[in-house]
């Protein structure tokens, strides 16, 4: 289960910043911050797992050189009280620090699981769209289904593709790439 808390920090000195995730040990949970509130992940299954590598496979393999791909964790950051860890993201090359993303990617991408999965589609979503990330992924392992939303000329999402199962989903942002939801679930499938 996905919680949300609206966790003052100790001192009542307002909103919980990215420094405060800093002293949150790792116990395998994601820690993300939406304006100052903590939202605590379990750790994802295994078919959660095996769909975000191989995308993360087959986007790598398609990657031009100004691109980067990363898989989660790894922070996305926007001022001091937003950190994302999408399930993997692609950012430009040159944007990149060692510790994190300290600009919106151009792709983040989202596999939904039990506890996550209306977090994803409604709160991640709208943050995504209101920092810029011009592409949004969302991955259903069950069907396995792959739905894109881009960013129009007002800034907006719109859905722009969908493809289940074997039917195939030919990518052109941030680069070209050819997506098949159930070629993800390699041997699960």
Same mark, same amino acid.
């Given at each position: ?79 001091? *009280?937003?950190? %994302?860890?999408?399930? $993997?993201?692609?950012?430009?090359? *040159? ?42 992924? $969302?991955?259903?392992? $069950? *069907?396995?289904? %792959? ?5 129009? *000329? ?36």
């Amino acid at each position: 289960m996905t919680v949300m808390a609206d966790i003052e920090h100790p001192t009542d000195s307002g909103p919980l910043t990215v420094r405060d995730l800093e002293g949150i040990p790792y116990d395998g949970r994601r820690y993300e911050l939406i304006d100052g509130v903590l939202i605590v992940s379990p750790a994802p299954g295994r078919r959660h797992q095996k769909i975000a590598y191989r995308l993360y496979g087959v986007l790598e393999a398609s990657c031009p050189p100004e691109f980067e791909v990363v898989g989660a964790p790894f922070a996305v950051h926007h001022g001091d *009280e937003i950190e %994302l860890q999408p399930d $993997v993201l692609v950012g430009r090359d *040159e944007d990149f620090t060692e510790k994190d993303l300290p600009v919106p990617p151009v792709l983040a991408v989202e596999v939904l699981s039990p506890s996550t999965a209306i977090h994803d589609l409604n709160t991640k979503k709208a943050v995504y769209e209101r920092l810029g990330v011009a592409a949004y992924w $969302v991955i259903d392992p $069950v *069907e396995p289904a %792959l739905t894109v939303f881009e960013l129009d *000329e007002d800034g907006h999402y719109h859905q722009v593709g969908k493809a289940a199962g074997d039917e195939p989903f030919e990518a052109e942002r941030p680069f070209p790439v050819r997506i098949v939801p159930k070629d993800l679930l390699g041997r699960l499938g």
